[in-house]
T-cell receptor, first 115, second 113 residues
Framework: AQSVAQPEDQVNVAEGNPLTVKCTYSVSGNPYLFWYVQYPNRGLQFLLKYITGDNLVKGSYGFEAEFNKSQTSFHLKKPSALVSDSALYFCAVRDIGGNTDKLIFGTGTRLQVFP | GAGVSQTPSNKVTEKGKYVELRCDPISGHTALYWYRQSLGQGPEFLIYFQGTGAADDSGLPNDRFFAVRPEGSVSTLKIQRTERGDSAVYLC???????????FGPGTRLTVT
């Protein structure tokens, strides 16, 4: 079965510092990995995805993620955090096969950026 | 262009009542998904439509839950005999094809009292 794990409930970082939000995955076959962000009282917004190709994926709002097959990880990163980046971040793996097509989400990591 | 819309944004109902939640996907998106997000959790898959048909409804928790998409566009999630445990945010998403990202609506917050 496909799954992702986000080991940190919360990540705190000072504005201007680099940030990392961790995600590890367990899949059978090729992984299709995604990061979404959720602001209060709003829906999920797509940040970036890995399907194939370069291991470093660039996405919206200056975020990037590094796909590491040997460590089965897909950590989200940003070189310089902003207070406005404070939100809930979800890693997800897409389960496609047979009749199914669905996202399987992690439990989320709350990012708090302090001024 | 317009994103995924969901109505109502909030729904409060009494235990045992019937509710309908509506999703308007992005125009032209053939795939539509429903998820449920409980407090402090990630979204959990409920059902996936490809066109008018439910291709995968394995995430529906029991037979009180049902969803339709009769014309391949708007979808309605129906919950019969609501229970307090059904309280959650119900999210709808659409996608143009399986390798593209899913675009989520703002959700419907359902509270069963």
């Amino acid at each position: 079965a496909q799954s992702v794990a986000q080991p940190e409930d919360q990540v705190n970082v000072a504005e201007g510092n680099p940030l990392t939000v961790k995600c590890t995955y367990s899949v059978s076959g090729n992984p299709y990995l995604f990061w979404y962000v959720q602001y209060p009282n709003r829906g999920l917004q797509f940040l970036l995805k890995y399907i194939t190709g370069d291991n470093l994926v660039k996405g919206s709002y200056g975020f990037e993620a590094e796909f590491n097959k040997s460590q089965t990880s897909f950590h989200l990163k940003k070189p310089s955090a902003l207070v406005s980046d404070s939100a809930l971040y979800f890693c997800a793996v897409r389960d496609i096969g047979g009749n199914t097509d669905k996202l399987i989400f992690g439990t989320g990591t709350r990012l708090q950026v302090f001024p | 262009g317009a994103g995924v819309s969901q109505t109502p944004s909030n729904k409060v109902t009494e235990k045992g009542k019937y509710v309908e939640l509506r999703c308007d996907p992005i125009s032209g998106h053939t795939a539509l998904y429903w998820y449920r997000q409980s407090l402090g959790q990630g979204p959990e898959f409920l059902i996936y439509f490809q066109g008018t048909g439910a291709a995968d409804d394995s995430g529906l928790p029991n037979d009180r839950f049902f969803a339709v998409r009769p014309e391949g566009s708007v979808s309605t999630l129906k919950i019969q005999r609501t229970e307090r445990g059904d309280s959650a945010v119900y999210l709808c998403a659409s996608s143009p094809d399986p390798l593209r990202e899913q675009y989520f609506g703002p959700g419907t917050r359902l509270t069963v009292t």
